[in-house]
């Protein structure tokens, strides 16, 4: 069964554990160890900081006594045993405890080193201390030890800050659902109940500056809410009966009495705390194949250090204890923290700053996908326009020449009773523009062509231009030239007739979201293809895909067919995107190589992409794609450092300065040469934090 190792993260360099799945719940089975690092973070954290503590207290005066002579009432010797003692097998408890959990999974990991090193300083000083005369080339390296074990948990330390500004997205999330709501009975009345009582049907009120408790829609009620902390969205939300709500959002100035749609692990906010836990507990290909280097690294390290002591003791008859500072210098200098950080470090930043800026990557495999994607395809209807008619043109004709406003209200006097999607595009322009609109004295609807009403004693006819030919209308010359210019960027165009005569040209269409040029433009930026798809006809779709800049799209494609357009761009090579909404695009998103769900609000819980987009803002797709190239390129990154300092310097630690200059390491410098470069892949990964999407 293969391992994945999510306990611990940074904290422990914990063996694996084995993860299975049954009945959809997800069980973890790690050591005792790990498991403590993994559910009591703080604890953690507390141990290392308390243990850093002692060991600098310690460390500092081993230090001192070894280099500095100085008349004491007792052997020096006896003295750093009695210093470095507590430093050995207290603070430096954690890395015993982890190498007995590796042998125990028969595997081996960083911590063997570092016990297996600071343990042959520490013993070998100690019988010296016993043994003096048994030694006579020298032998006290209390000071390597100690000075090694305090390095190693100040790595320790900085790589826990990376965990902590991590998980600190997930962390607000989870604290934003409230603890307790106000339900509503049947019969008006109310009672405070725990958030856990409350069941998907229930009604609950939502007080001005309240969080909301849970998904809903808005029974009664108007106000703002303010979303951002979930959505991005930077202005609150008007919300009204029959509009969605998120929990955890917080409520402007106006009540809302809310029915309960989703309740505990099913609301947008727990699958959005969930995806990111997911994100920074999982391994792409790049971090397993550095898991599968760490497991064959250590034994080989281990040998390295014994061929060194044999071959300078042995071989090049220099004493035993010059053998013995090669070797634990080997140990030491190749310890892989800053290999074993390298990704995870770098993963968890990205993640983190992409839940604060509203992108959820649903884990590491999906980062190295999304790099390498080189074409994007697009859904049209939902994704690069709002899904949604309204109305672009309102002009009148030849020779009543009414004004737009006179046109434009005709048209709602005669759509009022209608509820064709056209009806309600014309409707809301015109609730826009108008306080009210009066309602028309009679009212027919015909199938398939448009309505017919009267109005103050005049007959209104609204409808298709057949239509209006086919009542025998007239329609001037210079309308037919109009009519075919607005249809041919691919809008429904409407004529309003007045009495007989057509005093008016009516377009509808579903317009471009306000950011989807720019989006298609920071794409192609980045050499990427991008590709439309909709089941709109072909005019519509080209005048569409001509203005937002789009050279490729294909036309009338069923949701079902989707996929397939995705499959042939695959089998020719290319690594496919596809931004969709979730729904009629699901076998197109599971085809690609990275879905993309965007979406905004409660439909984040129906989302199958690898990423998905809180915001309705198809430039998220952009700084998705630029956030997965920049983690990626840190990853690249920590890992060369993390191969420089660990395999580049073995040979230094093992002798070779002292080959060509006279010159031996001493392992104090090989601790502080591995703590730098954990500390290096640490600072490197936090520059992501200074992400800023590009256009």
């Known amino acids: 069964m293969p391992t994945d190792p999510v306990c611990g993260m940074f904290v422990e360099e914990s063996p694996g554990t084995l993860q299975a799945k049954v009945h959809g719940t997800t069980y973890y089975f790690c050591s005792e160890s790990c498991l403590r690092e993994f559910t009591r973070p703080e604890l953690g954290l507390r ?98 030890s100690a000075i090694i074990i305090a390095l190693i948990l100040l790595g320790r330390l900085l790589e826990h800050g990376v965990s902590a500004r991590a998980t600190e997205a997930i962390r607000k999330l989870a604290d934003l659902q409230p603890q307790s709501v106000t339900l509503v009975h049947q019969g008006g009345a109310q009672e405070e109940i725990s958030i856990e009582k409350l069941t998907s049907g229930d009604e609950f009120l939502v007080h001005p500056g309240e969080r909301v408790a849970t998904d809903g829609v808005v029974v009664d009620g108007s106000s703002f809410v303010d979303e951002k902390l979930l959505t991005g969205e930077s202005l609150p939300v008007e919300k009204t009966a029959g509009s969605e709500v998120i929990g955890g959002t917080t409520n402007g100035t106006g009540a809302l009495k809310v029915r309960a749609t989703k309740v505990g692990e099913d609301t947008a906010l727990s699958k959005i705390v969930q995806i990111v836990q997911q994100s920074l507990n999982s391994k792409g290909p790049v971090e397993r ?141 015109a609730a826009n523009k108008f306080q009210s609109v009066p309602d028309p004295e009679s009212f027919q609807s015909v199938p398939g062509g448009g ?84 089941g709109d006809n072909r005019m519509t779709a080209a005048a569409v895909a001509k203005e937002l800049g789009i050279t490729k799209f294909e036309a009338e494609v069923p949701p079902e067919k989707k996929y397939a357009v995705v499959k042939d761009l695959q089998s020719h090579g290319h690594k496919v995107a596809m931004v969709g909404d979730g729904v009629n695009d699901a076998p197109a998103l599971a085809q690609s190589d990275v879905g993309i769900a965007i979406g905004s609000g409660s439909d984040i819980a129906a989302e199958t992409g690898g990423l998905i987009l809180m915001k309705d803002d198809p430039r998220d797709v952009v700084s998705g794609i630029q956030l997965s190239r920049k983690t990626m390129g840190k990853i690249r990154q920590n890992l060369f450092w993390a191969f420089f300092y660990n395999i580049g310097l073995i040979p230094v630690a093992a002798g070779l300065f002292y080959l060509l200059f006279g010159v031996l390491l001493n392992p104090i410098f090989a601790g502080l040469a591995m703590a730098l470069s954990s500390v290096t892949v640490v600072s490197n990964s936090l520059l992501l934090r200074r992400f800023k999407p590009k256009f």
């Open 289 to 429: 194949l550095v898991d599968t280097v760490s497991t064959y690294f250590v034994p080989i390290v281990v040998a390295i250090a014994l061929a060194s002591f044999v071959g300078w003791t042995v071989l090049a008859g220099k004493p035993p204890s010059f053998g013995f500072t090669t070797a634990v210098a080997v140990l030491i200098i190749a310890c892989p923290c800053a290999l074993g950080l390298a990704t995870p470090a770098a993963i968890a930043v990205g993640a983190g700053e992409g839940a604060e800026n509203g992108i959820l990557i649903k884990g590491a495999e999906y980062l190295e996908r999304t790099e390498k994607v080189d074409t994007v395809i697009f859904d049209k209807t939902g994704t690069l326009t709002n899904g949604r008619p309204s109305v672009t043109d309102v002009e009148g004709t030849h020779p009543l020449e009414l004004s737009s406003d006179e046109i434009l209200k005709l048209a709602a006097v005669a759509e009022k009773r209608s509820e064709h999607p056209i009806a309600l595009a014309v409707l809301k322009k």
């Open 451 to 534: 309505v017919r009403a009267v109005f103050m004693g005049k007959e209104i006819l609204l409808g298709t231009p057949q239509f209006i030919l086919a009542s025998q209308k007239k329609i001037d010359q210079e309308v037919a030239p109009r009519v075919a210019s607005l249809q041919s960027q691919g809008k429904t165009v409407s004529l309003l007739s007045l009495d007989g005569q057509v005093a008016g040209i009516l377009a509808v269409s579903d317009t471009l979201k306000e950011h989807a040029k720019e989006a298609v433009e920071g794409l192609q930026k980045m050499k990427l293809q991008v590709v439309m798809l909709t």
């Open 47 to 144: 141990n290392i900081k308390l243990n850093l503590a002692l060991s600098i207290v310690l460390g500092v005066p081993i230090l001192l006594l070894s280099y500095v002579p100085a008349k004491l009432p007792i052997p020096t010797g006896v003295l750093l045993l009695a210093l470095a003692t507590p430093v050995q097998f207290i603070a430096g408890f954690r890395f015993y405890r982890g190498t007995y959990d590796a042998v125990k999974m028969h595997s081996s990991n960083m911590d063997v080193l570092i016990a297996v090193g600071t343990s042959a300083a520490y013993f070998y000083s100690l019988l010296y201390v016993l043994f003096p005369r048994q030694f006579p080339f020298g032998g006290l390296y209390f000071d390597t």
